[in-house]
């Protein structure tokens, strides 16, 4: 580690222990590093071949090509981005399919019980659905992951039809946050020089209109005050949106996105990198860099979908690595929360809590076969923190 990076994270180590216990954002934000799991070790694989830890369950909720369990709907191919919705006493899995054409989103709907209750199309014929978004007005974005790609407004619930919301930008969409704080829906880009962009919509709860902006400052700047900049042409043709402002600051494949708390976490697969931006402040910081890990292996590779606990938890799924979904906890800790076993060529998406915090869904998107046709969906149970 470079002596200056190496300092740093001395000096907001002793920050934290100044604070009595405060989160590390709040005591400047230092990179999380490898320690124990506050639920422990995990266990062997169960049948579903799921590593958890003691007092955790897991449960196949849908196959891809198979009918979702009580219900006549065929699950999609390459489940990606997820979220859960309150409907009534029970909930709603919605889940983005990242194929070609198709494309599109389902939702599953439990009962107050867990049990499936239906299962049913959101949105289709669109392209490379990937990760989104979920509303304080309970809708879904899902996001294009293409050229020019778009976001969709989509109803979890199943009544209204999905609408393009092309004010928010034409270009490689990832995944977004919306902020009911500061009334911005944040978003990442999946290109490798990509950007990171906040939509401010002209009235709050309708996305037809707005401004789009893309972050500022300077290309190595890892930590520090940054600007936003309008984007003067959102359909970004000719010029792509991320080429039009030259002060526009860089990040190598934007993917997961979450808000909480006034701060926007995202995560960059290009340098394995989970981002806090501090909204109130106006700030970007690290809260994992698996290149300034002291010792020992990163635990976390390959970082993607990024979801988080009321207690204020992050869970970091995995596109490779181990198969994992990692925590970094609010004291700084990074440690796996969970691992799929035999999927080598998969990757783990969407994850999502249930409204009370008690279930964790996730995707495999290619399960056992490596391929778009073998996705498996999946839901944990047990006690979570807060």
Not at 42 to 66: E, H, I, K, Q
Request: glycine share 14%.
């Amino acid at each position: 580690m470079e002596r200056r990076n190496f300092l740093r994270v001395a000096v907001v180590g002793a920050a934290a222990a100044a604070f009595g216990g405060a989160s590390w954002r709040e005591a400047f934000a230092a990179t999380a590093q490898p320690g124990p799991s506050p639920y422990g070790d995990l266990l062997a694989a169960d049948a579903n071949n799921v590593m958890l830890p003691a007092g955790f369950t897991s449960r196949v909720v849908a196959r891809t090509g198979r009918f979702v369990a009580r219900t006549s709907y065929l699950w999609h191919p390459a489940p990606d981005g997820g979220a859960c919705f309150a409907d009534g006493s029970g909930w709603i899995y919605v889940s983005n399919s990242e194929v070609p054409l198709v494309g599109g989103c389902s939702a599953i709907r439990f009962g107050a019980d867990g049990q499936i209750t239906g299962a049913y199309r959101i949105l289709g014929n669109t392209n490379v659905n990937c990760a989104g978004g979920a509303t304080p007005w309970h809708t879904w974005l899902s996001c294009e992951e293409i050229d020019w790609g778009r976001v969709f407004e989509t109803d979890p619930f199943g009544v209204n039809g999905a609408t393009a919301r092309t004010a928010m930008g034409r270009f490689k969409h990832e995944a977004c946050a919306a902020d009911p704080d500061h009334q911005f829906i944040y978003m990442t880009e999946d290109v490798p020089d990509g950007c990171f962009y906040r939509f401010k919509p002209a009235t709050w709860g309708n996305l037809s209109s707005g401004t789009l902006e893309v972050l500022c400052g300077p290309a190595d700047q890892t930590s520090g005050p940054v600007t936003w900049r309008r984007v003067p042409d959102p359909d970004g043709f000719p010029v792509t949106t991320r080429n039009q402002v030259s002060a526009a600051k860089r990040f190598t494949g934007g993917e997961g996105c979450y808000y909480a708390g006034s701060t926007c976490w995202f995560t960059t697969k290009g340098d394995n990198r989970v981002w806090a931006y501090d909204a109130n402040a106006s700030t970007i910081d690290l809260a994992y860099d698996d290149s300034l890990v002291i010792g020992g292996a990163a635990p976390l590779t390959g970082v993607d979908n990024v979801t988080g606990a009321a207690n204020g938890d992050l869970f970091v799924a995995e596109d490779g690595g181990d198969m994992e979904i990692c925590m970094i906890t609010p004291a700084g800790v990074v440690a796996p929360f969970l691992r799929v076993l035999g999927q080598g060529g998969s990757e783990i998406t969407g994850p999502a809590f249930s409204p009370d915090g008690s279930r964790l869904y996730f995707s495999s998107q290619r399960g056992t076969s490596g391929d778009v046709f073998g996705g498996i969906t999946y839901e944990v149970r047990g006690p979570f923190r807060g």
